[in-house]
């Protein structure tokens, strides 16, 4: 049976049966009172507690509270009760709306639903059919549950955006003076335009919050009835806002005119950018949209275009990797890679790099697709794939520059890597990224790209995987203790950790209960030298060559993760969900 045909089938009807013996057996109304309700009830086609209110001969309170006492239900106030917003669209509004109920809660696998009447028990089989889950019933009175729909399903544009300044003033308090004003600029913007003055409003709040929240990127999701906002802070999604579904084309076309994306074209994926600024710095927003089967999901990511860059000490290195690793971007010619997954900071590490590079007497170039932040003193030359301006257009012609270092932002083809090699090979230090796992990977993916081994060989000088981990909130920092079971499910030897300490955050308002606050980066750093270089160009198994790099002294992204673990850096937990079993 369909959810349409299972919808049709509900009736609130035979609710009313009950209202009657309960008001009477209460001695609220009298018989002669109830039959005059019903006809007027039958006439005008309206509820009888309302016509019963109507006459004056009761209240919606009093009503409400003589159903509770007789058939032994608990009352609801919703005006003081936070719903959450998972909780609100678990039923179709259109079910909520025609049967005036509301979901209150979930807990232990029953949902909690407030109903004006008492309940139906064909209705509530229906109910809990359709949620699988065991229903239970609170009474409400029908101006508490409409006004809560109302609130949740029929909010108009201004009204969210006045609930969600109310939620913002958590995050005000931590702003600066500047950051306020933006916030007004942006709302003053807003009269501009009565009717889109709110959906303007509501953008730039929302954009406002992901950047105090230190967020690097905001999702736009539309679901079946909701529009979710997420936030990835510190790597890590968080649900920061539900809106009403009818807000979803006005918000995501607002989006799209900052961004100069066709508004009209909704079939076929585009890119764009919105450029701002905060507190005194230059924003860039990369936005990206998909289309989806409930709309179109829209990803902002949020970039500083002149940051403060990080030394190359601050990005959490061990001394023995940071001066083997100082030591590889000071070698006069050979490639330097960086490997890792998107959003493992290899873009920070290789401006932190370049940024300890940038002197007078050096010519920096670079490719990138995009320029995430612009450094005073460096070429930075961007990807144009419409015009043919990609990374080996732009390789081949920064070596007519005579440029000492080249940084390529990423190797993704056979072409680009010839050409980086090609440079290597010619007095040239080139740095880049790679998409692999970890280091030792990497040799084998420039060999899969049809490079050859002695080319490869003889060109790399170094490769470094990387990852990001959370780290541990200061301010709430406590000690933990595993058993050898915990230890053991994280891939972690129990015997070889006998002794040592380990921290984790209990979760505190200055990192929103969340018990991590920032990130570090965890480092494999392999050194190539004459027995790795052997076995390149002999075409070694990548186990082998790994084996051979962690005798000669490589330490691996597990390995300097437990060395930040017991460092009370981060948590045994962080390091199994970042390297998983692997060693």
């Not at 609930?163 to 007004?184: N, S």
């Not at 100082?326 to 873009?347: D, F, Y």
């Not at 962080?574 to 390297?579: P, S, V």
């Amino acid at each position: 049976m369909s959810k349409q045909d299972i919808s049709s089938k509900f009736t609130m009807n035979n609710f009313f049966t009950h209202i009657e013996n309960a008001l009477l057996n209460g001695g609220i109304i009298t018989e002669e009172q109830l039959n005059k309700a019903k006809e007027i009830q039958k006439k005008e086609n309206s509820h009888l507690e309302d016509v019963l209110v109507k006459l004056g001969y009761s209240t919606y309170t009093t009503i409400i509270q003589c159903l509770a006492a007789h058939y032994d239900l608990p009352v609801v106030d919703l005006g003081k009760t936070a719903i959450p917003p998972e909780i609100v669209y678990v039923l179709p509004v259109s079910l909520i709306k025609k049967h005036c109920i509301m979901p209150v809660s979930k807990n232990n696998g029953s949902v909690t639903i407030a109903m004006n009447s008492p309940p139906d028990l064909g209705f509530i089989d229906n109910l809990r059919f359709m949620l699988n889950a065991d229903i239970k019933c609170v009474l409400a009175t029908r101006d508490d549950i409409k006004e809560t729909i109302r609130k949740y399903f029929e909010m108009e544009p201004q009204e969210t955006v006045d609930t969600l300044l109310k939620e913002f003033t958590v995050y005000e308090t931590a702003l600066c003076e500047p950051e306020v004003e933006w916030l007004g600029a942006l709302q003053a913007e807003s009269k501009t335009s009565e009717n889109e003055g709110p959906i303007i409003q509501l953008v730039s709040l929302i954009i406002n919050k992901a950047v105090s929240s230190r967020a690097s990127d905001i999702h736009v999701e539309p679901l079946s009835n909701r529009l979710r906002i997420r936030y990835r802070i510190d790597g890590v999604c968080q649900e920061a806002d539900v809106l009403p579904k009818h807000l979803q084309e006005s918000l995501i076309s607002r989006i799209k005119i900052l961004a100069h994306i066709d508004i009209s074209e909704k079939r076929r994926p585009q890119d764009g950018r919105i450029s701002l600024r905060h507190a005194g710095r230059e924003l860039d927003i990369r936005v990206s949209c998909l289309p989806s089967i409930y709309g179109e999901s829209v990803v902002m990511r949020l970039l500083e275009k002149s940051a403060i860059l990080m030394n190359l000490k601050n990005l959490g290195f061990y001394e023995d990797d940071y001066r083997r690793f100082h030591s590889l971007i000071r070698r006069p010619n050979g490639i330097l890679l960086i490997t890792g997954p998107t959003g493992s900071g290899k873009t920070t590490t290789l401006y932190a790099a370049i940024n300890e590079l940038n002197k007078p007497d050096t010519k920096i170039i670079t490719a990138e697709d995009p320029v995430e932040y612009t450094i005073p003193g460096i070429n930075q030359g961007e990807v144009n794939e419409k015009i043919g301006f990609k990374f080996p257009v732009i390789l081949r012609t920064m070596l007519r520059q005579d440029p000492n270092i080249i940084l390529v932002g990423e190797i993704r083809d056979t072409e680009t890597a010839d050409t980086a090699i090609a440079a290597a090979l010619t007095g040239h230090l080139v740095l880049s990224t790679l998409h692999t796992n970890d280091a030792p990977s990497a040799i084998t993916r420039l060999i899969d790209m049809n490079v050859k081994p002695f080319l490869v060989a003889a060109s790399l000088q170094g490769i470094m995987a990387q990852r990001l981990v959370r780290t541990i909130c200061s301010h709430c920092q406590e000690h933990v203790q595993y058993t050898s079971e915990q230890l053991s499910e994280m891939g972690f030897e129990p015997e070889r950790l006998k002794g040592c300490s380990f921290y984790k955050g209990r979760g505190c308002k200055n990192c929103n209960n969340i018990g991590y606050y920032g990130r570090t980066g965890i480092y494999e750093l392999l050194d190539m030298n004459e027995t790795l270089r052997e076995m390149v160009y002999g075409m070694a198994a990548t186990n082998d060559i790994r084996k051979a790099a962690r005798t000669l002294g490589m330490t691996t992204l597990k390995e300097d993760g437990l060395r930040k673990a017991r460092d009370g850096k981060t948590t045994l937990e962080e390091i199994f969900r970042i390297t998983g079993m692997d060693d």
